[in-house]
């Protein structure tokens, strides 16, 4: 059974700084994904991470995957208030059917 | 406009009726998804579908039910057998059930009382 755990649950930082937010799943699967969710909203695909040692970067986040550790993580970087959302990390079944398995999410909250 | 579509954005209903969730997509994609999303918690599938009229159980079927009679829609009913109903539902599509980049719908919040 596959399984993603994401810690921290919650994160309030201030704006300017930098946080990372881990992503540890329990397969040997090379597919992990992160996706944001705002409020009452539905979710944004942010990255895709296909191959161990993969890193993608758009704007201040920054994703990378290792799938020797089975650990993927999002790098924050000189946060603001825009990036307040829940950010969510999910695993891909390597199997036929590609189910996806999504972690609790991440509530990040920047404060000015 | 390419995309998914949900409908209602709320829904309310007495315990004991069973609803039916609508889910139309014009994206020419052929897997949908069903997920439910509880509060504080991540997504989990109910129902997938990979091709028109095939459809495949997920993690919390118990209580769903679906069809997928034409490839543009994936309605999911809530029936009075599921225990705990009231969440936020959501709908995605892929191009095919092997491709990585999954599309979401706006989803569904589902109150039953």
Same mark, same amino acid.
């Given at each position: &059974?596959?399984?993603?755990?994401?810690?921290?649950?919650?994160?309030?930082?201030?704006e300017?700084?930098? =946080?990372?937010? =881990?992503c540890?799943?329990?397969?040997?699967?090379?597919?992990? =994904?992160?996706?944001?969710?705002?409020?009452?909203?539905?979710? &944004?695909?942010?990255?895709?991470?296909?191959?161990?040692?993969?890193?993608?970067?758009?704007?201040?986040?920054?994703?990378?995957?290792?799938?020797?550790?089975?650990?993927s993580?999002l790098?924050?970087?000189?946060?603001?208030?825009?990036?307040?959302?829940?950010?969510f990390?999910? &695993?891909?079944?390597?199997?036929? =059917?590609?189910?996806?398995?999504?972690?609790?999410?991440?509530k990040?909250?920047?404060?000015? | 406009?390419?995309?998914? @579509?949900?409908s #209602?954005? !709320?829904? *309310?209903r007495?315990?004991?009726?069973?609803?039916?969730?609508?889910?139309?997509?014009?994206?020419?994609?052929?897997?949908?998804?069903? !997920?439910?999303?509880?509060?504080?918690?991540? +997504?989990?599938?109910?129902?997938?579908?990979?091709?028109?009229?095939? *459809?495949?159980?997920?993690?919390?079927?118990?209580? !769903?039910s679906?069809?997928?009679?034409?490839?543009?829609? *994936?309605? +999911?009913?809530?029936?009075s057998?599921?225990?705990? #109903?009231?969440?936020?539902y959501?709908?995605?599509?892929?191009? @095919?059930?092997?491709?990585?980049?999954? !599309? *979401?719908?706006?989803? @569904?919040? +589902? @109150?039953?009382?």
């Open positions: &059974e596959l399984k993603v755990e994401q810690n921290p649950l919650f994160l309030s930082m201030q300017g700084k930098n =946080y990372t937010i =881990y540890n799943y329990s397969t040997t699967s090379d597919r992990l =994904y992160w996706y944001r969710q705002d409020p009452g909203k539905s979710l &944004e695909s942010l990255f895709v991470l296909l191959s161990n040692g993969a890193v993608k970067q758009e704007g201040r986040l920054m994703a990378s995957l290792d799938t020797k550790a089975r650990l993580t790098h924050i970087t000189a946060a603001v208030h825009d990036l307040s959302a829940t950010y990390c999910a &695993e891909g079944d390597s199997g036929g =059917y590609q189910k996806v398995t999504f972690g609790t999410g991440t990040l909250q920047v404060i000015p | 406009d390419g995309g998914i @579509t949900q #209602p954005k !709320y829904l *309310f007495k315990e004991g009726q069973n609803v039916t969730l609508s889910c139309e997509q014009n994206l020419n994609h052929d897997a949908m998804y069903w !997920y439910r999303q509880d509060p504080g918690q991540g +997504l989990r599938l109910i129902y997938y579908s990979q091709i028109v009229n095939d *459809f495949q159980k997920g993690d919390i079927a118990e209580g !769903y679906v069809s997928r009679e034409k490839k543009e829609s *994936f309605p +999911l009913t809530v029936t057998a599921q225990k705990n #109903p009231t969440a936020f959501l709908c995605a599509s892929k191009d @095919t059930p092997w491709t990585h980049e999954q !599309y *979401f719908g706006p989803g @569904t919040r +589902l @109150t039953v009382t």
